[in-house]
């Protein structure tokens, strides 16, 4: 079965920094693209990042160009969101997905990772 | 960037009704790339459709997709208790992939 379990969410203050990671398993990481995907509370789904398998594709959203990195490790089948300048609208459950081998359809979702940016 | 519509907001139907959700792209979606995710409270989304009118694997038949261009609609054909959720369409179609607002079906 394919499993996502994401980490390091957590509590950070404005300008803040923070990195989520997502183990990937049961299923061949390096042959599908990924992204993340974050909803405020109450809120609906937002796009964040996407990677391709390879890692050598990447798209942002505007809303994180220039301070959000995503990357991955296909040795260890890790994703990875690395979060600089952090602001308020950035406090959000950010859910790790898996799309398929070229397209990014989200066919698997891990359960979230909270990230709350407050004073 | 492709913005998607989704109508109505909030549909309030009874369990065995018909349920017809609409999903509107700012600009055609080539070769179909949408998808439709069924989100309930405190749980993570599940993909429902993708390409348009693919259903994913495990998904039971009475959902379905259809649509082109710039108008899609995910229906259901009668209500199980289970489907009272949010559910999102996704454009895949360009490199800013996007969501819309969501559709609540909740009970009448």
């Known amino acids: 079965d394919v499993q996502l379990l994401e980490s390091g969410g957590g509590l950070v203050q404005p300008g803040g920094s923070l990195r989520l990671s997502c183990a990937a398993s049961g299923f061949t990481f390096s042959s599908f693209v990924m992204s993340w995907v974050r909803q405020s509370p109450g809120k609906g789904l937002e796009w964040v990042a996407g990677v391709s398998g390879s890692g050598g594709t990447i798209y942002y959203a505007d809303s994180v160009r220039g301070r959000f990195t995503i990357s991955r490790d296909n040795s260890k089948n890790i994703l990875f969101l690395e979060m600089n300048s952090l602001r308020l609208e950035d406090t959000a459950v950010y859910y790790c997905?898996?799309?398929?081998?070229?397209?990014?359809?989200?066919?698997?979702w891990g359960q979230g990772t909270l990230v709350t940016v407050s004073t | 960037e492709i913005v998607l519509t989704q109508s109505p907001g909030t549909l309030s139907l009874s369990p065995g009704e018909r349920a017809t959700l609409s999903c509107r792209a700012s600009?055609?979606?080539?070769?179909?790339?949408l998808a439709w995710y069924q989100q309930k409270t405190g749980q993570s989304p599940r993909l429902l459709i993708y390409g348009a009118s693919i259903r994913a694997t495990g998904i039971p038949d009475r959902f379905s997709g259809s649509g082109s261009g710039t108008d899609f609609t995910l229906t259901i054909s009668s209500l199980e208790p289970e489907d009272f959720a949010v559910y999102y369409c996704?454009?895949?179609?360009?490199?800013?992939?996007?969501f819309g607002p969501g559709t609540k079906v909740d009970v009448k």
């Open positions: 996704q454009q895949y179609a360009s490199s800013r992939f996007s």
């Open positions: 600009q055609s979606l080539r070769s179909g790339y």
């Open positions: 997905a898996k799309g398929s081998s070229v397209l990014h359809w989200f066919g698997a």
